[in-house]
């Protein structure tokens, strides 16, 4: 039979198995598969003295998406589960729900996005209490025992009053896939920043992350001790970034991506600082009168509302809200040259470079000034403090890092 023919029918088998000592017991099986255009649907409906399960196994392709439902029905109460996968350039994404707030996930995530919560973790390592029984201070409510503190949970950095940062697991996760390195150059006026923040889909992030902030910082201070300009220096430690994440070793899967980060960097000298970055990871010049976003976020979200595809609105209700577009990762070679500014410091104010673990909650400049402004102490790790303890009081639900720049 030619397949084309195939298509156009419905196949069902029906499969009736009758008691003999009970004839009011009965029990039938029925397959049905249908295909209708882009639609392949498998029914499996089975019957007991009027009872009915139905489960559905339910596939449509449209565009770049291929969308699997499975449903069970069982008297009236109907449990779905969503499989979906899209593929977009050279990534394919399968997408699933968050057991606990419904948000759509990746598969291969290991937080949700939106309420925090692991995929993976098992909860309390004592009882075996689910993720939901921890509490904000890791204490398990079910048997009071409380994990012991893990390396990196929470990093700081202080070159002097002027530069500092903090990099922090947050109140949810269950590690911390940040990294931040800082550098002052001694014997010259010039400083260097850099935050990654490692892709939680991807394999081993945290060692990306750090990786990529460690020899991009070197990277920087080599180039510029060598007396290359600020963007050929910026372009350069990318570059060395990118190769030393791809370096990284790992097991490529069907189920796992090769080990990728944000990252942004700052190169400050004078008055002037130079700015590259790939991802979400952002830079902000805050001042008390004139605060603003210093990158743009390489991201679906702005690039759909940027082209007029979508209200912000609407975007945000998508499964792809926090997807990047742009990343340091073996798998992103060919779209890896960062994004440069060049900024003039206009007078006395902070640089700050953080993670979404921050701006989530606060993506505006004048909302992370407003936060500088009520910190009494304006040294750079209080003010790395103020920011992170802001983050936690709205939920912590993402690693936090900043770095900041007192100029």
């Not at 596939?59 to 593929?87: D, M, W, Y």
């Not at 991201?299 to 499964?319: D, I, K, N, Y």
């Not at 009494?376 to 003010?383: E, F, K, M, Q, R």
Request: aromatic share 6%; charged share 20%; proline share 2%.
């Amino acid at each position: 039979m030619k397949k084309s023919a195939w298509l156009m029918r419905q196949i069902e088998c029906v499969l009736e198995v009758c008691f003999d000592n009970c004839q009011e017991s009965r029990v039938e099986t029925r397959f049905i598969t249908s295909v209708q255009g882009s639609r392949v649907e498998t029914r499996f409906i089975t019957s007991v003295q009027g009872s009915r399960v139905e489960t559905q196994f339910i596939a449509s392709v449209q565009e770049s998406r291929v969308e699997t439902r499975f449903i069970t029905s069982v008297q009236g109460s109907r449990v779905e589960t969503r499989l979906i996968t899209s593929v977009q350039g050279s990534r394919v994404k399968c997408i699933m729900q968050c057991s606990n707030c419904g948000a759509s996930v990746l598969l291969g995530d290991k937080f949700c996005e939106e309420c925090g919560i692991s995929l993976t973790a098992d909860g309390c390592e004592k009882c075996g209490a689910g993720i939901e029984a921890i509490d904000d201070e890791g204490f398990c409510n079910h048997c009071g025992f409380r994990r012991e503190m893990r390396e990196r949970e929470q990093v700081e950095v202080i070159i002097d009053s002027h530069l500092a940062g903090i990099s922090d697991r947050g109140l949810k996760h269950n590690r911390n896939e940040d990294f931040l390195t800082l550098k002052h150059l001694n014997g010259s006026q010039v400083n260097i920043l850099v935050v990654c923040d490692g892709v939680s889909s991807s394999d081993q992030p945290d060692v990306a992350a750090q990786t990529a902030a460690e020899s991009a910082c070197l990277a920087l201070a080599t180039a510029w001790e060598k007396g290359e300009n600020p963007e050929s220096a910026m372009k350069s430690a990318f570059a060395t970034a990118l190769q030393c994440v791809c370096n990284i070793p790992c097991i490529n899967s069907i189920n796992s991506e090769y080990p990728s980060t944000t990252i942004v960097a700052a190169l400050v000298q004078d008055r002037t600082a130079t700015i590259g970055w790939l991802g979400d990871s952002r830079a902000y010049w805050i001042s008390a009168n004139d605060s603003q976003q210093l990158t743009k976020d390489d991201s679906w979200l702005r690039e759909v509302v940027a082209a007029g595809e979508m209200t912000e609105a609407e975007a945000r209700q998508s499964p792809h809200a926090h997807a990047i577009t742009r990343w340091l990762g073996a798998d992103a070679t060919e779209n890896n040259l960062p994004s440069i500014v060049h900024f003039t410091i206009p007078g006395s104010g902070y640089l700050l470079l953080c993670t979404d673990g921050l701006w989530n909650y606060a993506p505006e400049a004048s909302q992370l000034a407003k936060i500088i402004q009520q910190t009494s102490n304006t040294d750079a790790i209080a003010i790395s403090h103020s920011l992170v303890e802001f983050a936690y009081n709205c939920g912590g639900h993402d690693n936090i890092t900043v770095a900041v720049l007192c100029l």
